[in-house]
């Protein structure tokens, strides 16, 4: 590979040398690509053209999941808030905010004027969601927390009860059983007997319908894959050259998940400065996301393990996704 092609690749202004890279992404890089199956967090899909990206994953016709999860809200949270008189919405991973657009309507029109807490990794996209939220929602109070919940992030206190926290998209299914169960341990800290825990949870089915949400004929997700390649040469100044990874992505049965993966297409190495050379054979890939499918007995195995109890469970009626409503034992 010719010395133009290795360094064409640092787009998107690389780190200027001043700015020094977060240490945190510099440590959990160098692990995942020292690792004997390299594997990068599905977190660093998301900066703004990630985010993007995802938002044109979830318009395409093979991605089922966001427009079964927006059809069950909509037929579903005008009762569900108006039992629980939800006063605050805690949204995980709120991303757009465009689902949680169906839980807020649903709270004014149960009277109560609401306090939305949006938290999310992306803080410019978090941040233009809450803009956008107020100017839409007059009197809706809207507090963005910028937190990684793959991380040891603090829930906000203080807050009106009861408040309902919410976990959509599915995007439990992003996370090992272990640290699932640490992530719903810590919502169940946080939660009073009046308040109660909304995940949205991706459902096993047919493995083809499964595997063509993630290899969708367009190439979005390919795109939305590689580019986790461009945010790490922006974030860290490596010489990532996306054009010599593959997307892959397949159904992995025992444990009923979906592995994403970027292939090298040929032997190669990349530096990433604080780190090193990091060499990969031709067929040698990067793993960059797991995405879990569940059943209600996986799901209520994650609760019990977390001090959560299923109070309600609500598949749509093609069994492709369900709405699970948890409260503290
Ligand atoms: C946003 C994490 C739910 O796992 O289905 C979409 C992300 N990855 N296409 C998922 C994703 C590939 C999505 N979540």
Known sequence: M???SKTKWVSRAAVPAHRQPNPRMLAEVAAGLSAPQKELPPKYFYDRRGSELFEEITR???YYPTRTERALLESWM?????????RTLVELGAGSAEKSRIILRAMRAAGAPGIY??????????????????????????EPVVAD?????????????????????G???????????????RVRAAMDPSDRFLMGVDLRKDVCRIEAAYNDSQGVT??????????????????????????????????????????STIDQEVRVPNIGLVSFVAGESIRTEISCKHDRRSVAELFTA?????????PDPGALFALVVGAAV
């Open 306 to 314: 977390a001090g959560l109890r299923i109070e309600a469970w609500r």
């Open 117 to 142: 807490l949006p938290i999310d990794v992306s803080a410019g996209f978090l941040n233009e969601t809450a803009t956008r939220l107020r100017r839409d929602y007059p009197g809706l109070t809207v």
């Open 2 to 4: 010719t010395e133009a």
């Open 78 to 86: 005008p009762a569900l808030i108006s039992q629980l008189g939800s």
């Open 171 to 185: 995007t439990i299914g992003n996370f090992y059983p272990p640290a699932a169960i640490r992530l719903l341990g």
């Open 149 to 169: 919940i793959a991380e040891d992030f603090d829930l906000p206190h203080g807050l009106t009860h009861p408040v309902l926290y919410a976990f959509l998209g």
């Open 60 to 62: 395409l016709p093979e």
């Open 222 to 263: 390919a795109a939305f894959n590689r580019n986790m390649l461009l945010v790490l040469n922006h974030e860290l100044g490596s010489n990532f050259d996306p054009a010599t990874f593959e997307h892959l992505a397949f159904y992995e049965p025992v444990t009923h998940r979906i592995e994403m993966h970027l292939v």
